[in-house]
T-cell receptor, first 114, second 114 residues
Framework: AQSVTQLGSHVSVSEGALVLLRCNYS??????LFWYVQYPNQGLQLLLK??????LVKGINGFEAEFKKSETSFHLTKPSAHMSDAAEYFCAVSGGGGADGLTFGKGTHLIIQP | NAGVTQTPKFQVLKTGQSMTLQCAQD?????MSWYRQDPGMGLRLIHYSVGAGITDQGEVPNGYNVSRSTTEDFPLRLLSAAPSQTSVYFCASSYVSGQLYEQYFGPGTRLTVT
């Protein structure tokens, strides 16, 4: 079984400030890890994913995440927040090589203060 | 290439009614899955399929049936709708080969049960 914990259901940052969204996971097998973004009343958009290889993963819209096996973490960062980054962010893990679906965290709502 | 399509986009049911949410993909993906999204709960896996004729239960399968007679289609059936099944439903298909993992989500179906 696998699980995902996202710390902070709401995170507020100022425009231009660092964005840090935290994600910790548990998995009994090497995980595939994902971050998705969801804008109001829209579907899910993949930001980035880790399967194997390089532990620092770069995604779209200037986001990146680092897989740290020793900390079982996959935190999402962006150096400088933009108003358009305001959205819901979901971390997800697949522990079955991708065949048995994803386990999602409960989400973090990112608020950008002007 | 339409990707993952879901119909209908919106549906209102009365308690006890039955219906089928349709999901189709044209990418020849082996794996397909259904999720429900509720506020503050993230997305939760309902059922998944690793190929035609093979399905299995996810985290929240009660009240839902699935079948996979073809690679392309993965319908989700509500046999007797309950207000607790009011949610947004997402279908996904995925492809895994070595380090390559691709997953695509449909646009969602918003279901209200009164």
């Amino acid at each position: 079984a696998q699980s995902v914990t996202q710390l902070g259901s709401h995170v507020s940052v100022s425009e231009g400030a660092l964005v840090l969204l935290r994600c910790n996971y548990s998995s009994s097998v090497p995980p595939y890890l994902f971050w998705y973004v969801q804008y109001p009343n829209q579907g899910l958009q993949l930001l980035l994913k880790y399967t194997t290889g390089a532990t620092l993963v770069k995604g779209i819209n200037g986001f990146e995440a680092e897989f740290k096996k020793s900390e079982t973490s996959f935190h999402l960062t962006k150096p400088s927040a933009h108003m358009s980054d305001a959205a819901e962010y979901f971390c997800a893990v697949s522990g079955g090589g991708g065949a048995d679906g994803l386990t999602f965290g409960k989400g973090t709502h990112l608020i950008i203060q002007p | 290439n339409a990707g993952v399509t879901q119909t209908p986009k919106f549906q209102v049911l009365k308690t006890g009614q039955s219906m089928t949410l349709q999901c189709a993909q044209d990418m020849n993906h082996e794996y397909m899955s259904w999720y429900r999204q509720d506020p503050g709960m993230g997305l939760r896996l309902i059922h998944y399929s690793v190929g035609a004729g093979i399905t299995d239960q996810g985290e929240v399968p009660n009240g839902y049936n699935v079948s996979r007679s073809t690679t392309e289609d993965f319908p989700l059936r509500l046999l007797s709708a309950a207000p607790s099944q009011t949610s947004v439903y997402f279908c996904a298909s995925s492809y895994v080969s070595g380090q390559l993992y691709e997953q695509y989500f449909g646009p969602g179906t918003r279901l209200t049960v009164t």
